[in-house]
């Protein structure tokens, strides 16, 4: 969108984000016309971005859990409907790069199918209707905050993904508000469990991170006693951005040490409040003197838990070790092993 900002003399900020999200494309549009000061109405603008979107549907990933959950759901045919602010037209052509999508929705919605759009709860209504069922016996699994407000008009329980970082008090309506899919418990709704988890992990594909340790020990040794590594996240704030915030684990590689048992946290860390999305690896071995400055690889390959917030520093302290001891046992399970050998942990730049 930036070179779209440059040709009226502008520059993208993102400003709009949270008033945008979960609208009409045309609502969407009079948002940036009026945040920007753009001298276009909503229909040129939307002629003129339009192309340049449907271009880009086809690289854009699934969230992270969404196939999890929607292969769950299908195979104990569990019913389920796609209502979307988005036309009934754009829906079908972004789901149709997700295999198996479309034909896993016993209903599909948009917007231009119904008179009101979200947050009016009407598509929802019609979903509900659609499917035969009664708006109580409804759960609905939304990213919006109209979509939350929606959902709850309609008589069901919502269940809030925020599709904004840090932004979870906008969902304080919600049932239930969730880090991301990967947390989603279906029991807690009366719907089947999930059975993949294993000794308290979650398996992941494989996510690959490197770079040098940029200062040292970091944060985790001077405040927690635990000694983390401050990774530099150059180069990959992309894949950081596409990954949930929580704690992960799986294999770090140092390049003059060998490898090592690693647990890690991405995100903002609410109890530090960080500003930018980071990753801080803590390797699980005593080391006797800092590795500054030395590349290290990182394949992490298991999910722990969300990341929180807590009270005091002796509950956070607590809550890593706890997740040091889970990575531990599991890292020792063949499903997680096997990814000690990765070339990736002895690729380092020289």
């Known amino acids: 969108m930036a070179h779209f900002y440059i040709q009226?003399?502008?520059q993208w900020d993102g400003r709009e984000a949270l008033r945008i999200t979960g609208k009409t494309p045309y609502e969407s549009a009079a948002?940036?016309?009026?945040d920007y000061e753009l001298p276009c109405t909503s229909t040129e603008l939307m002629s003129q971005v339009?192309?340049?979107?449907?271009?880009?549907?086809c690289n854009i990933k699934a969230l992270p859990g969404a196939n999890r959950l929607i292969k769950h759901f299908t195979g104990h045919r569990v019913p389920m409907a796609l209502a979307s602010n988005s036309s009934r037209e754009n829906i079908e052509t972004k789901i149709s790069f997700h295999h198996g999508w479309k034909d896993s929705f016993s209903v599909i919605i948009g917007s231009d199918e119904v008179t009101t759009a979200k947050p009016s709860p009407e598509i929802f209504?019609?979903?509900?209707?659609r499917l035969n069922l009664e708006p109580s016996r409804c759960l609905v699994i939304e990213d919006s905050v109209p979509g939350v407000a929606a959902g709850k008009?309609?008589?069901m329980k919502v269940i809030a993904v925020p599709s904004l970082p840090k932004k979870t008090n906008l969902y304080s309506s919600a049932d239930e508000v969730i880090n991301s899919l990967l947390d989603f418990q279906p029991e807690k709704w009366g719907?089947?469990?999930?059975e993949d988890w294993v000794e308290n992990t979650l398996p992941i594909n494989p996510m690959y991170i490197g770079g040098p340790v940029v200062k040292g020990y970091g944060r985790g040794s001077k405040v927690l006693g635990i000694p983390t590594a401050n990774l530099s996240t150059e180069g990959y704030s992309d894949v950081l951005l596409e990954h949930p915030s929580g704690v992960y684990f799986g294999w770090a590689g140092l390049s003059t040490r060998g490898i090592f048992k690693m647990v890690a946290s991405?995100?903002?860390?609410p109890f530090f409040d960080n500003a930018e999305k980071?990753?801080?690896?803590?390797?699980?071995?005593?080391?006797?003197e800092d590795f500054y400055d030395e590349d290290l690889r990182l394949v992490l390959v298991g999910y722990i838990r969300p990341e929180a917030n807590f009270p005091n520093l002796e509950s956070l302290i607590a809550k890593i070790h706890e997740d040091g001891r889970i990575a531990e046992r599991a890292l020792d399970l063949p499903l997680y092993s096997k990814y000690r050998d990765d070339q990736y942990l002895k690729q380092h730049d020289a």
Do not use: C, D, Q
């Open 8 to 10: 009226y003399g502008k």
């Open 31 to 34: 948002v940036i016309i009026e």
């Open 50 to 57: 339009s192309p340049m979107f449907e271009e880009r549907w």
């Open 125 to 129: 209504l019609e979903a509900a209707k």
């Open 153 to 155: 008009a309609a008589g």
């Open 191 to 194: 719907l089947p469990p999930f």
């Open 266 to 269: 991405i995100g903002w860390n």
């Open 278 to 288: 980071t990753i801080e690896p803590w390797l699980l071995h005593k080391f006797h």
